[in-house]
């Protein structure tokens, strides 16, 4: 860099210039080259000092500059420390975000299938990890078949083709996988991303729920049934209240060697069968209970060792389980044999049908009819029966049968498996509606009946079954803490009468009809209403001669227990007996506060018909 040193003031030109005068000038010239020379010498030096002020300006704007850019550079560091310090924020957070991904994974693979990203808490229940994922390509990290079913997936979502979603099923895990493709600045495709969610347990707990609605809605159906069939077998037992006691009077009538006799006899066997056959549909309805007791089940099934071998199939072997010690069942015997007896035959069936032969034909004739029946035989079939005593909570109970109200406690489960030929699932659902049929389950009312029975019971029925692996029956009966050989209360004491008048109010003709002569023929007399209201209407003018009162439960005009309580503010001391197709049991559970003296169950015979009148009005 170049320096000056400040001039010292001129006092003339000439002064400085003359010594320098050249000999032999003349004063003139010589002034006039001194003067010239002086000024070159100021300009060169006026040069000089502009070259350095422009020299040290641009040295300052050059530093300037400089540090400019320096500054510059320094904002851009520090620009691009901070956006990478938020990308690494960034990274984290969407790092902990995916891998935190409770119920799924996300994997981002490129345009060569290699795992950028492949994270998430899915990843461990099916058996892969982050780190044997990630950067390695999707060849490399499953196996063939599994590479097969993905890469055509990945394939499509890099060309923009992919399902908007697809099930997966990993091991024992099941995924829903979202194929989402990844797109540059170009709006052209640069990776695949592919999110998938657990939804193994979501399944479950759907398939849980789809269950217990199928099974709600199975026992509304079954309840809907129910009342169809306790409304049916009422109107049965009307008529054949009718035919029983007019065929009766017929054969009372008829000499005792008649032929006729016998279609009179003939009569009242089919008349007293279909009777049984409503006792099935009553059951079916939940309205069959006749007589309950404490019951040892065990004791009950052995009971029954030689009527079960007589209807086992010849093909079933029956095993017992049975448990040492039972509490007692508060049930009727009759009912609780009908249970055990119905799903023991039907198991028989079952294993009767599957030994027929595979091809579902039966062997032929001659020695193939031997050899078939040998091997039939020899392949035979299992049933297995047997009881324990188990605890239910109430979200078992639920589980079993949702939507029903049962206590939880201790219960006694009967349990009947085979291995016979099974059921699908539609079969399943229909085998306890009444009269469904198939081969070999469900004939007419005997499964119908076991569930109708079960209901009455406050008890429970399951059944599992599959094709060809057999059928599970399981009842669960509420025990009891009374001892087996403990008698309930018997019901309340009669009322005695002793005139010979007797009011029947019953809806239905026939039954009028039948009883007015049954009792006309044993010597009563007969006051016969058709409602309620038309029967009390009677006695508010027979009151001191009417001695007995007969009142039908079911009436459209008045329900018969309204009835009873308008009789009893007209004549308290007079004797009722209730008619009904129900069991007494229930009759007397819903109507025990009415003080009735007597029931009389519909079809009733002419005797029974006069041992329930007899009860009522003796003193």
Not at 124 to 153: F, M, N
Not at 344 to 368: C, F, L, Q, R, Y
Not at 509 to 535: C, P
Request: include cysteine; aromatic fraction near 4%; glycine fraction near 8%.
């Amino acid at each position: 860099m170049l320096t000056f040193s400040p001039q010292p003031p001129r006092r003339s030109l000439r002064a400085n210039l003359l010594p320098l005068t050249p000999l032999g000038s003349t004063p003139a010239l010589m002034e006039r080259e001194l003067d010239f020379g002086a000024l070159v010498g100021g300009l060169v030096a006026l040069a000089l000092a502009i070259l350095a002020l422009w020299l040290r300006a641009r040295e300052r704007a050059r530093a300037a500059e400089l540090a400019e850019a320096n500054a510059a550079l320094k904002r851009e560091v520090e620009e691009r420390q901070h956006a990478e310090e938020v990308l690494r924020a960034s990274e984290a957070r969407l790092r902990t975000l995916v891998s935190n991904f409770s119920n799924g994974a996300i994997f981002l693979v490129d345009r060569d299938l290699r795992y950028l990203v492949a994270d998430g808490r899915a990843l461990h229940p099916a058996g892969l990890s982050r780190q044997g994922l990630e950067g390695k390509a999707l060849i490399d990290t499953v196996p063939p078949e599994e590479y097969e079913r993905l890469e055509p997936l990945y394939r499509a979502t890099l060309a923009g083709t992919a399902p908007e979603k697809i099930e997966i099923r990993y091991g024992d895990r099941l995924y829903v996988d979202y194929p989402v493709p990844v797109r540059g600045d170009g709006d052209e495709i640069i990776a695949a991303m592919m999110i998938s969610l657990d939804v193994t347990e979501v399944r479950r707990v759907e398939e849980e729920r789809r269950r217990i609605q199928e099974k709600l809605e199975e026992a509304q159906r079954l309840e809907s049934l129910g009342v169809l069939a306790g409304g049916i077998a009422h109107d049965f037992n009307n008529m054949l209240t009718a035919i029983l006691g007019h065929a009766e009077l017929l054969r009372q009538d008829l000499p005792a060697h008649a032929t006729e006799q016998e279609n009179v006899d003939a009569i009242v066997t089919v008349t007293k069968r279909a009777s049984d056959l409503v006792k099935q549909m009553l059951a079916y309805a939940g309205k069959g209970r006749i007589s309950l007791r404490p019951l040892d089940f065990n004791a009950l099934i052995r009971d029954l060792g030689e009527l079960l071998r007589a209807s086992v199939a010849k093909h079933a072997r029956v095993q017992y389980e049975l448990a040492d010690t039972l509490p007692a069942v508060v049930a009727d015997a009759a009912q609780l044999r009908q249970i055990v007896m119905n799903l023991i035959v039907n198991a028989s069936e079952a294993i009767e049908a599957h030994t027929s032969g595979e091809d579902g034909h039966d062997a032929k004739e001659g020695d193939d009819a031997r050899e078939g029946e040998a091997s039939r035989t020899a392949r035979g079939g299992t049933i297995l029966v047997s009881t324990a005593l188990e605890s239910l909570e109430s979200s078992t109970l639920e589980r079993l049968a949702p939507g029903t109200e049962r206590a939880p406690g201790p219960y006694v489960k009967f349990t009947v498996s085979d291995s016979g030929t099974g059921m699908d699932a539609e079969t399943v659902t229909k085998i306890f509606q009444p009269f469904f049929s198939t081969k070999f389950v469900g004939r007419g009312l005997g499964l119908a009946a076991v569930h109708g029975i079960v209901q009455s019971h406050q008890g429970l029925l399951l059944v599992e079954s599959e094709p060809k692996q057999g059928t599970t029956f399981r009842v669960w009966l509420p025990a009891s803490e009374l001892r087996p050989d403990e008698e309930l209360p018997p019901p309340s004491a009669a009322i005695a009468a002793r005139q010979r008048t007797v009011l029947v109010i019953d809806d239905e003709e026939v039954v009028r009809v039948t009883l007015q002569r049954t009792l006309e023929r044993i010597g009563f007399v007969v006051r016969m209403a058709e409602g309620g209201e038309e029967g009390l209407a009677m006695l508010q003018e027979d009151r001191q001669d009417t001695a007995l009162a007969m009142v039908d439960l079911t009436m459209p005009d008045m329900p018969g227990d309204h009835v009873v309580r308008e009789l009893l503010k007209v004549k308290p001391d007079v004797p009722v007996i209730l008619m009904s197709g129900y069991c007494e049991e229930d009759v007397t559970a819903r109507y025990g506060e009415l003080g009735h003296t007597a029931f009389l169950h519909k079809p009733f015979s002419l005797d029974e018909l006069r041992t329930v009148v007899r009860t009522a009005l003796e003193p």
